[in-house]
């Protein structure tokens, strides 16, 4: 049998495409010929992975590993000024500016992506692809097109969308620590109804345009592929509804924890860090919201007050001002960025955002965590976190250091539980187990 050709498309963001160049190199091992396909500035990133590159432009949104340093065009940055501004209000009014600048930022120039798709197809000509749930404006034009391809879903599985009361951008579900109240939640389900006709009329005109013998999708948020969903998640049983038509192939994580090497820099730091037998915690929160210097003081500060233990700070543009803040305190070290999965498996404990790789990737290393959601899927992966039990979950918007310091204390303390946990819902996992059985149930549907 003549070996697969598939592009893997990733929008244009460090947490999607990290993981999806993961999967992408886990299909070419499996023997697959692999093209991945993103925006130029993630050309490093294939041939680290050792994929050929294809450019794809998806518009005006981007984020290459740190959001307030990467290069963007002035309405995009303005998008992620008003969203940073909005997660200091509350979880719903962080949701509300995400659902209100959503037009701009996952189907920006659906006309320009069907042209460059429709180009790279006819060049490539590949069996099928392997897109990203949240790239919508490519799987219209692959749907318009015809073509096949199997969807990857980075986040949460609510991201995928099921039934006729679940709306694209309202949580299934809350961790016990944010429970917003009635009138706000009723504001933002009127928002994403409101986006989901939008999406769908716009879906709908645009496949009558393009291909008129084409149904038109039910639902734009809902459209997936009729043949597999890869998750970047492990299957929980208590998941919403999910389509039950493709085959569901949970992969537990999508990294290399556990196999990525820690660079010999940070083999002295970790050890300077964790001298006497103390405690590593990792505080991190991700590529957007290392810009809450505010919550990430507060962190440290909580986490210091506890015996044994040392702080190792991800802190993005903030690293600067959070190091004159803790200058010579000797437990506590601040880095702009850190090799997060080569660390994992030297962490006591990790203090995050809710972030799906965040959570996938301390399952995998069975490392416990504090999670802070604030915004997007995070407070459905907090929920799914205090429910396995893999951890706590906090409102980073009523945090105090002395209730970090209670949580990262009786974390620290579950660790032998968690790995347990953790074991059991990774065993089956991980990224070449995931493409494997991807592999297998785009050759066994029709063509």
Do not use: K
Request: glycine fraction near 8%; aromatic fraction near 8%; charge should be negative.
């Amino acid at each position: 049998m003549p070996e697969p050709r598939i592009v893997v498309v990733s929008p244009p963001f460090a947490s999607h495409a990290r993981p999806l160049a993961t999967v992408a190199a886990a299909l070419a091992d499996g023997g697959a010929d692999v093209t991945f396909a993103c925006a130029p500035a993630f050309a490093e990133l294939a041939e680290q992975a050792g994929l050929r590159f294809e450019p794809l432009a998806f518009g005006d949104n981007a984020n290459t590993g740190i959001a307030e340093r990467t290069r963007q065009q002035e309405a995009g940055a303005q998008r992620l000024t008003e969203f940073l501004e909005a997660t200091r209000a509350g979880a719903v009014p962080a949701l509300l500016a995400q659902a209100r600048h959503r037009r701009a930022d996952m189907l920006p120039d659906p006309e320009g992506v069907y042209r460059a798709v429709r180009r790279l197809d006819d060049r490539l000509r590949p069996d099928w692809y392997l897109v990203d749930q949240l790239a919508y404006a490519v799987t219209l034009a692959l749907y318009t097109l015809g073509r096949r391809w199997a969807a990857f879903c980075p986040g949460h599985p609510g991201y995928v969308l099921d039934g006729p009361d679940r709306f694209f951008g309202l949580p299934p579900y809350w961790p016990d620590a944010i429970r917003p109240p009635s009138a706000e939640l009723a504001e933002l389900r009127a928002e994403a109804e409101a986006n989901d006709r939008l999406f769908t009329e716009l879906f709908t005109r645009f496949v009558a345009e393009h291909a008129p013998g084409r149904p038109a999708p039910r639902s734009a948020f809902g459209l997936t592929s009729p043949e597999a969903v890869l998750f970047n998640y492990p299957e929980l049983p208590w998941l919403p509804s999910l389509p039950s038509a493709p085959a569901r192939i949970f992969a537990g994580h999508c990294s290399d924890v556990g196999t990525a090497g820690l660079p010999a820099d940070w083999r002295d730091r970790v050890g300077r860090l964790t001298d006497g037998g103390r405690r590593l915690v990792l505080v991190s929160f991700g590529t957007f919201l290392s810009a809450r210097d505010d919550v990430l003081a507060t962190v440290v500060h909580g986490v210091a007050a506890l015996e044994g233990v040392s702080v190792l700070v991800a802190a993005g543009d903030r690293a600067g001002s959070l190091r004159t803040a803790f200058a010579g305190r000797d437990r506590i070290e601040v880095a702009d960025h850190v090799p997060q999965r080569a660390l994992l498996p030297e962490a006591s404990a990790v203090v995050h955002h809710g972030g799906n790789n965040s959570f996938t990737e301390c399952l995998a290393a069975g490392v416990p965590a504090v999670a802070l959601p604030f915004s997007s899927d995070q407070f459905a992966v907090a929920h799914d976190l205090e429910r396995i039990p893999a951890g706590r979950a906090l409102d980073p918007h009523r945090l105090t250091p002395e209730t970090v310091t209670e949580a990262v204390a009786a974390v620290l303390a579950s660790g032998p539980r968690v790995r347990e946990a953790a074991a059991r819902l990774s065993a089956a996992g991980g990224p070449g187990l995931a493409a494997r059985r991807l592999l297998t149930a785009m050759d066994r549907s029709p063509r």
